[in-house]
């Protein structure tokens, strides 16, 4: 994609009377007659940026389904290396199955639609996406609670 840079017109007229700072080294630029920083020399540009922030949201909701995701990954990875080891199947038993690899499948997914669908949740209302988010980690604390009470039971 062709970006055509911004002018130094618009950028002194941007800064003419501003209190901006220097996003490198916070030294306030206003009035500034050049493109480059006097204290850290580096240039600067102009960008358009949303004034709501849908990021903060989506790396909670990513968060809460990663954390879920990367404790049963361990498990399954550690249950399926000491199964094959000790060559007892099925191991810890079958509930542990049923309960493990669904809830691996569906942390994952859930994950990955979140990752490739990102553009959706940013398009979403305010309220989808809080919502969205708190159904990720209560989703994600139910499966890792339940397993975790089916390890204290066989252990
Ligand atoms: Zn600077």
Redesign the pocket.
């Known amino acids: 994609m062709h970006q055509q840079p911004v002018s130094d017109d618009l950028i002194r007229s941007f800064l003419q009377g501003r209190h901006v700072h ?6 306030e ?1 206003r009035d500034l007659q050049d493109r480059r ?6 240039e ?1 540009t102009l960008h358009l940026s949303p004034v709501e922030r849908h990021l903060r949201l989506l790396i909670t909701a990513c968060t809460g389904l990663a954390m879920g995701f990367g404790f049963f990954a361990f498990v399954l990875l550690i249950t399926i290396v000491q199964t094959i080891d000790k060559g007892q199947w099925p191991g810890p038993g079958y509930t542990f199955w049923v309960i493990l690899i669904p809830s691996t499948l569906i942390l994952g997914a859930a994950l990955a639609v979140m990752c490739l669908r990102s553009s959706m949740f940013a398009r979403a209302a305010r309220r989808r996406q809080i919502a969205i988010t708190i159904a990720s980690w209560i989703l994600s604390l139910i499966l890792v609670t339940t397993l975790t009470v089916v390890i204290i039971r066989i252990t």
Do not use: A, D, I, Q
């Not at 220097?22 to 030294?27: A, K, M, N, Q, T």
């Not at 920083?37 to 580096?42: A, L």
């Open positions: 220097c996003p490198v080294c916070h030294y630029v920083c006097p204290e850290c020399g580096k600067l």
